[in-house]
């Protein structure tokens, strides 16, 4: 299966944190969302700042051949209009 694979960018810091794997864009977001109701979650700069944060798509992983592809990255969703 063909997974596309999704980082977390600081704007503020310039970097991008560790890359995650979903199905498609509206899992990515669901699975931000959801995380949101993590009480550990609320302490994080994520949480606090939402607007320094943008979910970018980064490329897929395929994983029965074990390829991966990559892409210049794309925003897929500005972390503050995820947010409850």
């Given at each position: 299966m063909r997974?596309?694979?999704f980082s977390i960018f600081d704007k503020?810091?310039?970097v991008y944190l560790?890359?995650?794997p979903a199905r498609s864009e509206v899992d990515a977001k669901r699975q931000i969302m959801a995380?949101?109701?993590n009480s550990q979650m609320r302490e994080t700069?994520?949480?606090k700042h939402p607007e320094d944060f943008t979910l970018m798509t980064l490329g897929s992983f395929d994983d029965?051949?074990?390829i991966m592809t990559s892409q210049n990255?794309?925003?897929a969703a500005e972390i503050r209009d995820l947010v409850p």
């Open positions: 997974m596309v694979m503020r810091a310039g560790v890359p995650f995380s949101f109701d700069p994520i949480m029965e051949s074990g990255p794309t925003v």
